[in-house]
Nanobody, 116 residues
Framework: QVQLVESGGGLVQAGGSLRLSCAAS????????IGWFRQNPGMGREFVAD????????RYADSVKGRFAISRDNDKNTVYLQMNSLKPEDTAVYSC?????????WGQGTQVTVSS
């Protein structure tokens, strides 16, 4: 069992930056891949980025490639999402998820709002 808590969301102007954190409980955190997803009301969940258990492999949605960076610190049981050059269309609730073959554990999410 893994419990995830996101933080770092907020209101930022277009072109600004935010760093989201996903803090996990449990001693098996380093064995899980971690993904970031985002969702707006009435819309489907959108994949943003993920990172392998070791941190060696990362993937990004085309919409954020070159602007967002995912990283992890397994000693701190935390995954980060550095978001730069934010755009109004990045506005959403951002959630992190943990899993091996599939994402089985989800956090509650943190709101990111980008004003134009």
């Amino acid at each position: 069992q893994v419990q995830l808590v996101e933080s770092g969301g907020g209101l930022v102007q277009a072109g600004g930056s935010l760093r989201l954190s996903c803090a996990a409980s449990g001693r098996t955190f380093s064995s899980y891949s971690i993904g970031w997803f985002r969702q707006n009301p009435g819309m489907g969940r959108e994949f943003v980025a993920d990172i392998s258990s070791s941190g060696a492999n990362t993937r990004y949605a085309d919409s954020v490639k070159g602007r967002f960076a995912i990283s992890r610190d397994n000693d701190k049981n935390t995954v980060y999402l550095q978001m730069n050059s934010l755009k109004p269309e990045d506005t959403a609730v951002y959630s992190c998820a943990a899993g091996r073959a599939a994402y089985d554990f989800w956090g509650q999410g943190t709101q990111v709002t980008v004003s134009s």
